[in-house]
Structure formats: structure tokens, C-alpha cells
């Protein structure tokens, strides 16, 4: 059974070198996915690449006749690329012969199959085709890691409405998509109510320059899926993101399922798995719109051991937003010390101090010092981990109490970074209620 829809975009993909940026920064261009071909561009004019990139200084100032000349420029690039790629279609009987662009390896992309979904799903990216950024009003990108179908999908439209929401195969490409402005925005987990922390993605915070802008709350309901006709006494394995199996542990266990629980990227691609490879012993823990998507039956309805289920999401983007005081607000900063933990209680009582409550500490290893000796003549055998710590606290940056504590923090730490100061989701939620979809 051929794939329903293509597989993300890879890592591998977009590397700063296969896009030609040579610049920390490059506006006003975005990429934005038109086709899913391939071809072989190995005879593009260079120079004209070379022009198009890195011809002008798209800063504050730019004019309006560089940005003329970038556009016509792209507009040039992208008529010789269409040509080209036709030219070598002739030559190799289809585009499915090419394997690189610009001498780096292409997008592994899959076709839609259209006769087997019932509506087209949305393509992953592809750099074969460049535009213009959108103007004021125009459609956000957003990215998103997983398949059509996923509960991160479902995160970005709830945050950004009618945005058109970009799958990406790692949490990596979502942050590389945004940074390299094939994306606007990126909506990333961070943590769940049962499952805790989403580990991955506060490293990656640190890693990259993005900036938290908002946050949104998205109630997770799973279903027990399958294909049509499958009965639930056929089954002898369940598939699902490791998350969304301990989620819903006990209540496969009352449903007298004694199966094997098997870990998946997502719940999602689990279900998509299923229906690719027409598996009659396997059933997925997935959402209601994974089913529809991708033709399974709900064996069973809101499966997960706790109603209670939320998972919150936050939302990044390439600059900041304004920090106001009309509405509650929320304030991620990551601090260290190489003094290990001993300057925390330092630390948190600059807030207790000033009255802001914190909603979040985590903690996670120094990557680039994880392991230290504890005296400072480097002898002896004692070591301690070093850390770097994540706090959350509900405070506006234009607050005076919250840029006070913040003065004081720096004091005791050796690094300070303000991931972002940005609203606080306070949508009303009914966990007897909610779904998903």
C-alpha cells in the first residue's frame, strides 16, 4: 500500500550550506513548499545563486529597489529551475532518477496518493521553489513535529487559526525550519501533565536563538484505532508514542488487551504505519482525526487513564514580542553557574523576595560541562554534575519587580538568558468535554 502522505522533511535537508545562506540573518526571503518533484540543478547559474542570497543587506533599512531586485532575481532562479528540471525529466525518463540539488543530497519525498485520501494532506517542505516573504495578513507557516493527524498539528492551529501547518520529521527541523525562514512560527511540546518534560525540546531552547512568543494548552484524548474489521480480539500489539502508551497503560489492561505495547516516533505515523502496511494484528493509540485521515476505525474512545491529560505547547519564533502588562504574562529564563546548584536558593528567593510565583523549574546537565571536579586543584576522585536550570514565573519583563529580580539573579549566576516573556494561555478547559478534535 502506497504511503497517504509524504514523509517530512529531513534534517539532512536544510543545512545552512545546501540553502546558500552565508548570513547570520536574511530577510526579507522565505522558503515555502509548491511541489514535492525533484531535479537536478548542477548547471544553475552559481553567480545567480550567489546574487540572490547574499547580493543585498536586508536590514532595517533596506530599500525598496533592492527588494525589487532580490525578487526579480528569485523569479529568475526559479524559471531556470523549472526549465532544468524539465530538461532532465526528458533525459532520465521522470524526476525520480535525480538525487541532488546543487551537488547535496534532495528531499526524500513521497507522492500524495490521492485516490486513497479523502482529501489532500499537506506537503512537506521543499526547497525546489522560492517566494517572497508573505506580507502583512498573509497566511502564517507553521511547523510542527509529526505527521498530518498529530496532536502537534492540533497545537498550531490552535494557535495560530488557519495557519497552514508544516510537518517536519524531528523537533530539530522544526527550530532549523523557522531560523532559515521556510517557517514563521514553530509550536513544539515542552511538557505534559503525566508525562512530565519533554526533555529534547529544552535542550534545543538553549541550542538555538528562537524566542518563546505564547504558549497554548491542548487537551489530549486518545483512541484505540484500527483498521475497518479488526476486532479488538484480533489484536496482538499496540503501537503509539511512548508518552501516549504509559498514558493509557491501565486502561488497555481493563479492556483485557494482553498485547505488546511496541514505541513509535508518533501517534500519528503510528496509525499511518498501520494503514500503509495493512496491519490486521496492530492497532494504534492515537486522535480521532489520525483515524480519519487515514481510513482506521476507533476501536475505543478516550482510552487515556486520566482526563486530566494536557500537554503544553509553546510557541517560537525569530524575534521577540513585546513585553506588556494588560494581560497575565509568563516569563522562560535558563541560568547556570559554576558553582553547581549551591547559589539556587540565592536564586529563587529573588522571586520569592518580590512576590512572583513560579510555574516550572527543570534542570538539566551542563552539555558542555557535565561532569567537574569538585575541588580546584583538579585532584582527587569527587565529582558533581553541573547544571543549567529552566524557570518559568508568571511576570511580565515590563514589570519593575520582574527586571529587579532578574538584576539580582545575574549576581549569583554565571549565565542568564531570557527565552521569552509572552501571554499566558488562559483558555477555560472542561476535562469531561474536551476533545481533541
Sequence with gaps: MKSLTPSPIDLKSITRTSLGLTHNRLAPARFIVRCVSRYDSANVD??????AMTGHNFGAGYDGGARHEWQSACAILASKVVTQQQDTEKSS??????????GHPTLDLVPVNKS???APLPKPLSIAD???APMHGSQLRVAYQGVP????EAAAGKAYPNCEAIPCDQFEVAFQAVELWIADRAVLPVENSLGGSIHRNYDLLLRHRLHIVGEVQLPVHHCLLALPGVRKEYLTRVISHPQALSQCEHTLTKMGLNVIREAVDDTAGAAEYIAMNNLRDTAAIASARAAELYGLKILADGIQDD?????????LAREPIIPRTDRPFKTSIVFAHDKGTSVLFKVLSAFAFRNISLTKIESRPHRNRPIRLIDDANV???KHFEYMFYIDFEASMAEPRAQNALAEVQEFTSFLRVLGSYPMDMTPWNPSSSRED
Design 46 to 51: 552559481s553567480s545567480l545563486v550567489s546574487t
Design 93 to 102: 525518463g521522470g524526476a525520480d532518477g535525480i538525487s541532488a540539488v546543487n
Design 116 to 118: 486513497s485520501s479523502p
Design 130 to 132: 522560492l517566494s517572497p
Design 149 to 152: 493527524g498529530a496532536y502537534s
Design 307 to 315: 482526563s486530566g491529560n494536557v500537554t503544553r505547547f509553546v510557541m
Design 380 to 382: 582527587g576522585t569527587a
